[in-house]
């Protein structure tokens, strides 16, 4: 299928998912949020998918949050909805492992979906950055929860609270990102990450990862066995 605003490819059991706005910084809208569950819903249903790449295009941006301008013509609620909702959670719950392979700014949203996926790979340009106080809001697409479970309370109050932006070096320090590479390499990193996942018993992986994300979510195992078993 043809989408308008990612472009979605799978090799060898592999898929790279990369949106495709790079004129807007990559900048969710909603025709993306519709490509990317239809991408997504996609994935899931291929039984042969071992794993998942996101990446974005244009080398500036890995994504930039909502799209300005369409928020503009709806109400901020509607906007955010979209972002904040399903599809975040989607990607989080997504059955294989991911990557998110970040060239230049992750800011806001954009730090907020990489923190979806499960592991991530940062170029030496990348910045990342929840800077939603410095205009009067929270970060409020998962930033408050994903962000301390993976790089602590401390760390996570410190990025929060103050809005402050940090490069791939510092991301690395604090867990933030699994990997700093050149940025022409980010995307063999990503796939050299995987690697050694993707040689391991698939439906083991899955469970394990389901696993983990119960407990992210506060959920017991037999809750999840129960959702499992619908």
Known sequence: MTYETI??????????????????????????????HHALGELEADESLRGLVLTSAGGKAFMS????????????????QGINS??????????RPTVAAIVGFALGGGCELALCCDFRVAGTTAKFGQPEV?????????????????????AARRLLFSGEIIDAEAALAIGLVDRVVEN?????????????????????????????????HGETEE????????
Not at 87 to 92: A, H, I, V, Y
Not at 187 to 192: E, Q, S, T
Request: charged share 25%.
């Open 7 to 36: 472009t979605l490819e799978v090799t060898d059991g592999l898929a790279t998912l990369t949106l495709n706005r790079p004129d807007v910084y990559n900048a969710v809208n909603r025709q993306m949020i519709e490509d990317l």
């Open 223 to 230: 809750e999840l066995m129960e959702r499992d078993n619908r």
């Open 86 to 95: 399903t599809l975040f959670s989607r990607l989080e719950r997504f059955p």
């Open 184 to 216: 022409d390499a980010v995307l063999g990193a990503a796939h050299d990450l995987l690697a050694p996942i993707l040689k391991q018993a698939p439906e083991a992986v899955r469970q394990t990862k389901a696993t983990l994300q119960a407990w992210l």
């Open 65 to 80: 949050g909502a799209d300005i301008a369409e928020m503009r013509e709806r109400r901020r609620e509607d906007a955010l």
């Open 134 to 154: 410095g205009l009067g809001i929270m970060a409020a697409a998962g930033a408050t929860r994903r962000l301390p479970a993976l790089v602590g309370l401390g």
